[in-house]
C-alpha cells in the first residue's frame, strides 16, 4: 500500500516536472523570440513603443531590416509620417535637414522630392519619354539632344501672336478653353509656345549676355530644359494687357479665370505664386502646362505644383 501512495507522489511529481519543464522552454523560445524579433532590436536602438509601431506599419521588412543598421534618429520617425514621404530618399531627407535645421520635416520632404536639395542643372537626367503628356521638364530633367515634338502645327492669328505653334491636340485644348472664356467675356491670346531647342539657346543667351546667368536662369530654361521645347507650354495673356504682354495678366480678370478654369481643359498652371523655392522658377501668371483633363483635375484638386506631383504620384 505505501509502494503505491509512493508510487502515486512520484508520478505526480514527474508529471508536475514535466509540465514546469514544457513552461519553462515555452518562456525561453519566447524570450529568445523577443530578444531577436524586429520590435526588441528597435526598442534596443531607442526607440519608442509608438515610435517601432509607427516604423514597422510604414515600413516592409527590407526597408525595416535598413533602419536596423541606423543610429537611432527621432527624425526618421517624424519623416514616416509625413504624407509625401518616399523611402528611398530617406538618408537625402536626414542629409538635407541636417542642413537646413531650420524647415520644418514637411518643408525637407517637399524639397528633397523634388530634388532642391542639388544645385540645379547638376545630376541631371532624361525625362521618361514614355509617360507622354506627363513628362517632367525641368532644371534636373532635360530632353534627350535630338528631342522634336510630333504634330506641331500653327497657331491662328485670332488666337495668338504671329509665329506661334503648338502640338495639335494641345491647340484643340486651347481652342476649347478660349471660348469657354469668351463665352464669359474674357478674351486670351497665346503669347509664346513651342519653341525648339536652337529658338530656347537664343532666348537663353539673351537673357545671360543682357542681364546675368543668375537672371536668366530664374526666367528662362536653358536649351534642353524647357517645356517649351515639348509642344505642351503656352504662355497665355489677354488683349486688354498691356501691350499684350505679361506685365499686368496675374491682375487681370482672366488670370483669375484661368487659375479657376483652365484644369477642366487639361492644363495647369506651372509656375505658381509662393511656390518659387520648389519650381526653380519666378511666378509665371501666364505659363500654362497640359497635362490632359482628368491629370490637371488631380493635380488641381491636390494644391501640389506640377514637380511635386510628379514625384510622388507619377514617377514613384
Not at 71 to 82: A, D, G, P
Not at 116 to 129: M, V
Not at 151 to 171: C, E, P, T
Request: aromatic fraction near 18%; hydrophobic fraction near 30%; charge should be negative.
Amino acid at each position: 500500500m505505501k509502494k503505491k501512495v509512493r508510487l502515486k507522489k512520484e508520478v505526480k511529481y514527474g508529471f508536475i516536472g514535466i509540465v514546469v519543464l514544457i513552461i519553462a522552454i515555452v518562456f525561453l523560445v519566447q524570450f529568445i523570440s523577443y530578444r531577436t524579433s524586429t520590435k526588441y532590436k528597435l526598442k534596443d536602438l531607442g526607440y519608442t513603443t509608438e515610435e517601432v509601431t509607427t516604423i514597422i506599419e510604414k515600413l516592409d521588412h527590407e526597408q525595416v531590416k535598413d533602419i536596423l543598421k541606423m543610429e537611432y534618429n527621432q527624425n526618421i520617425v517624424l519623416f514616416l509620417q509625413e504624407k509625401y514621404f518616399i523611402y528611398d530618399n530617406l538618408e537625402r531627407y536626414l542629409d538635407y535637414q541636417k542642413e537646413n535645421q531650420d524647415k520644418s520635416t514637411s518643408d525637407v520632404v517637399t524639397m528633397v522630392n523634388v530634388n532642391r536639395d542639388r544645385d540645379f542643372y547638376t545630376d541631371t537626367k532624361e525625362t521618361d519619354l514614355s509617360l507622354g503628356d506627363l513628362i517632367l521638364v525641368n532644371k534636373y530633367y532635360s530632353l534627350p539632344d535630338d528631342y522634336e515634338p510630333e504634330n506641331i502645327v500653327k497657331m491662328n492669328l485670332q488666337y495668338a501672336y504671329d509665329d506661334n505653334s503648338i502640338r495639335d491636340y494641345v491647340y484643340d485644348a486651347f481652342l476649347e478653353m478660349y471660348r469657354a472664356a469668351m463665352e464669359e467675356g474674357y478674351q486670351l491670346i497665346t503669347n509664346s509656345s513651342y519653341r525648339d531647342y536652337d529658338w530656347q539657346d537664343t532666348l537663353y543667351n539673351n537673357y545671360k549676355t543682357s542681364r546675368g546667368q543668375e537672371y536668366a536662369d530664374a526666367f528662362a530654361a536653358r536649351p534642353g530644359y524647357s517645356e517649351h521645347q515639348t509642344g505642351l507650354a503656352l504662355d497665355i495673356t489677354c488683349y486688354n494687357c498691356t501691350n499684350g504682354t505679361f506685365d499686368d495678366f496675374a491682375e487681370s480678370e482672366e488670370y483669375q479665370w484661368l487659375l479657376k478654369n483652365s484644369y477642366k481643359y487639361g492644363f495647369i498652371l506651372r509656375y505658381p505664386e509662393g511656390k518659387e523655392d520648389i519650381t526653380g522658377y519666378n511666378f509665371e501668371a501666364w505659363h500654362f502646362r497640359y497635362v490632359g483633363k482628368d491629370m490637371a483635375k488631380k493635380i488641381y484638386n491636390s494644391g501640389l505644383t506640377f514637380d511635386e506631383y510628379y514625384a510622388y504620384y507619377i514617377e514613384k
